[in-house]
């Protein structure tokens, strides 16, 4: 913490502060983050006073050309400096009345402040004044908290959800990130006003649920979300994966519990967001496929299809990106089964074919994905599959290297077809693409362009065109 402090920035922020008769600390995550140890690009300072004025006068001391952002509403402005954000508050009170939810904001100390915020640890202030530099503000025993790894808010934490309910889903978060426990009255708090993260946008959610996908074991994260009844109101079709059935004494696993496990193990081999995301949304077509027979026992026939299906309305609901993005998570929710079916069957070099070209560059995340949804606790099934798994990787290889199928675009063009029969742009061009696509797949024809020319030359005929003379 020393070193951070002995940064010219913070004397800076000192010398003008004592000029003025101010106080300011440095406040919040940045705080935390020091002392565990991890680094922070964003920098909170709050003084006892006004915050936007004393950005203006650090900008000046650093240098004419430096600009802040002042957010009037918040009564904030923000400073860039060598890759920092450095944000100016003054110091609030807020006191609730009675009659609505929108606190009273006045003036107020450095302990006012303090006591407005989310969690003990993210209260911690440490000084920037002349006499007490570098000293740390502790009135709520965050210290004690970090060192427990504990989540636990200032004050009464049912007031404190019920007033920012966002802040429920940031005690998961911080939990999940931090590898940190939420103290039980805090955890009952979460449940008392799950209901109360409808009023957040969600946008604000899906932030924080990026940051839990994107932390290290992200289920324990949605495991408290489900836990505390928050998950059913943010992702309902995550949170109706849970539950085991059990009818003439067969069972099926638990697939919210198994999709939790199937996120940890991708996030263990990737750090793509978008892959976690699959890995998270890959069986959210199981309940509506659910089916028992006598036979046969359970079964979820279609639910790759449906839970592919499923995926565009979740994104725009969480307000996540309906571009390359959601279609590479819709992509790998339809192919999930594919590598494992292949792994189960006899392995043909059109099935092989098949893949390839559907799953284009996407497919080593797909074969990740495939292998992480292999959780079976017996231990004979797991190495019998991942032995499959290697030959299935092996096959994909020399099929590849024979055959280019990865991207590729067959070799007999929709103009020359057009050309060829002296058609303009209709069905019969689509029918003899796809016939030559399909037939290079399933090895009728090679992939080359006299084999794929005879054929479209045969097709053509089959549906009644003759080439110009
Ligand atoms: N804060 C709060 N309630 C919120 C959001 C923020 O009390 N709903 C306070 C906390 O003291 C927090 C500080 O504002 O530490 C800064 O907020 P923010 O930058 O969002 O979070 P950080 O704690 O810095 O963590 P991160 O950057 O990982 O979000």
């Known amino acids: 913490m020393k070193n951070c402090l002995s940064n010219r920035v913070f004397r800076l922020i000192s010398d003008i502060v004592a000029e003025k008769g101010q106080e300011a600390y440095v406040i919040g995550g940045y705080v935390r983050d020091a002392l565990l140890g991890r680094p922070s690009k964003d920098i909170d300072i709050v003084t006892v006073g006004n915050g936007i004025e004393l950005a203006r006068e650090v900008a000046k001391k650093l240098g004419a050309q430096r600009k802040i952002t002042v957010y009037r509403n918040f009564g904030t402005a923000m400073l ?83 007033d920012d309910p966002l802040r429920m889903l940031r005690a998961v978060r911080f939990a999940t990130q931090l590898e940190f426990n939420i103290e039980q009255k805090t955890f009952n708090a979460l449940a008392n006003n799950r209901e109360r993260i409808l009023i957040v946008s969600a946008e604000r959610i899906t932030d924080e649920l990026n940051k839990i996908l994107i932390s290290k074991t992200p289920s324990k994260g949605f495991t408290l979300l489900e836990r505390s009844g928050l998950l059913k109101h943010i992702l309902p079709e995550l949170d109706n994966l849970k539950g085991v059935e059990i009818r003439e004494g067969k069972k099926h696993k638990d697939n919210f519990l ?27 077509g199981k309940p509506a496929t659910k089916r028992y027979s006598t036979e046969t026992g359970w079964s979820f026939h279609g639910h790759d299809y449906l839970g592919a299906k499923m995926v565009p309305e979740i994104f725009k609901k969480l307000r996540l990106p309906l571009n390359d993005k959601m279609k590479y998570v819709k992509k790998m929710v339809q192919l999930h089964l594919r590598p494992i079916n292949l792994a189960k ?34 231990r004979e099934i797991v190495k019998k599959y991942l032995n499959n798994f290697q030959l299935v990787r092996e096959k994909l290889k020399e099929i590849e290297e024979k055959d280019a199928i990865r991207n590729f675009q067959p070799p007999v063009k929709g103009e020359e077809i057009m050309e060829t029969f002296g058609i303009g742009p209709c069905r019969e061009v689509g029918k003899i693409k796809n016939a030559i696509k399909e037939a290079i797949i399933e090895g009728t024809i090679g ?21 110009k003379k």
């Not at 004044?129 to 000293?135: A, L, T």
């Not at 496990?261 to 978008?274: I, P």
Request: charged share 30%; aromatic share 8%; proline share 4%.
């Open 80 to 162: 860039q400096h060598e890759g920092y954000e450095i944000e100016f508050v003054g110091a609030r009170k807020e006191s609730y009345r009675n009659d609505s939810r929108k606190p009273v904001v006045e003036n107020g100390s450095l302990e006012d402040d303090q006591k407005r915020r989310d969690f003990t640890v993210n209260a911690l202030a440490i000084s920037l004044n002349k006499e007490s530099f570098g000293r740390l503000s502790d009135p709520f025993s965050g210290i004690e908290d970090l060192r427990n790894k504990i989540i636990r808010t200032p004050l009464d934490p049912e007031a404190t959800f019920s």
């Open 258 to 284: 198994h999709t939790v496990k199937v996120v940890d193990s991708v996030s263990r081999l990737s750090d793509n967001l978008w892959l976690r995301w699959a890995a998270l949304l890959h069986d959210i």
């Open 345 to 378: 069957e006899e392995i043909t070099d059109s099935a092989i074919r098949r893949l390839l070209y559907e799953a284009g560059d996407d497919l080593e995340d797909l074969m990740l994905l495939c292998e992480a949804d292999i959780t079976s606790q017996n």
């Open 447 to 467: 992939n080359n362009y006299p084999q794929a020319r005879e054929f479209m030359l045969k097709k053509g005929e089959e549906l009644g065109l003759t080439p």
